[in-house]
């Protein structure tokens, strides 16, 4: 990797053709992207390519008058300082929001490197290209604008809000609702299991956490392998499945969570006015002894006064 002030001037210019080349496909893949959900989105992209197409030609135009046939193979990531996108135009369905912020960044950095190439170069006709070229960057933000209140109507994206929504519920808040109900429920068996049988606020939290995480994962890959969302519109496998398994645990660890409560006391009946009788006292000068006969533990049936004895001091 190189440094932007060790490149020769044939070096900025093969660069300079790599970078408009580049931006053209990927607005390409921008536009086949969107052209399904976001035609007027599409058709933007489409003709920022073709501007992108025209740069390319007047570079490699005057490539050829300074140095020749044969263009060196110079990318973006071979140069320091220049952004490393990820590549979400490999992503279906595209994300509208995304690409026209990625787009911006794209034409910004490009202009940065015009005008910084522009103080570089030394011939007159390749400084004025080069000047063109960061003007006509510097306005695709205005071009984008510009496209977007030709190709963009009120109806239009009135219409891409719509079936922003409609996707939004599709691949995020239904798998979301499916894996909240389905962590609800599959993790209450084991809880309520481990609760009666080891009478530990701790074991059972931790039997509760493990199935929580345990459904997550089952439910999040049952979700991702069961539809490649070609076909019903649905979006990437992966991101609902990662949404279905991750709502899911966080409904069975909401049955969990009670169980951190270590330390709790259940409060005694109070003894019935027969029993005071019996004792001779006032309630509040006597108190009682409690045993616990042998029947379903915690039952306020279960316990009966059986001595009357002095106030505790």
Known sequence: ????????????????????????????????????????????????????????????????????????????????????????????????????????????????FYERAQERATDAGVRKLLGDLAAAEAGHETLAQKLGEKHLTRDARTAEAEVQRRMFLLQIVQPGLVGLMDGSVSTLAPLFAAAFATHDTWATFLVGLAASVGAGISMGFAEALSDDGALTGRGHPWLRGGVTGLMTSIGGIGHTLPYLIGNFRVPQPSPSRSFWSSCGRSPGSVRATWTRSSCAPRSRSCWAASSCLPPAS
Do not use: C
């Open 1 to 112: 990797m190189r440094n932007f002030a060790e490149l020769s001037e044939q070096e900025i210019l093969a660069l300079a053709v790599s970078l408009e080349e580049e931006d053209q496909r990927v607005y390409l893949e921008y536009a086949h992207g969107l052209a399904d959900n976001y035609p007027a989105s599409a058709q933007m992209f489409t003709e920022m390519a073709q501007e992108e197409s025209e740069h390319r030609r007047r570079l490699i135009e005057i490539y050829r008058q300074r140095f020749g046939e044969h263009i060196p193979l110079i990318r973006r990531q071979d140069v320091r300082g220049f952004v490393q996108h990820k590549p979400i135009w490999m992503v279906r369905p595209l994300g509208l929001d995304a690409v026209r912020h990625q787009a911006e960044e794209r034409e910004y950095e490009t202009r940065q």
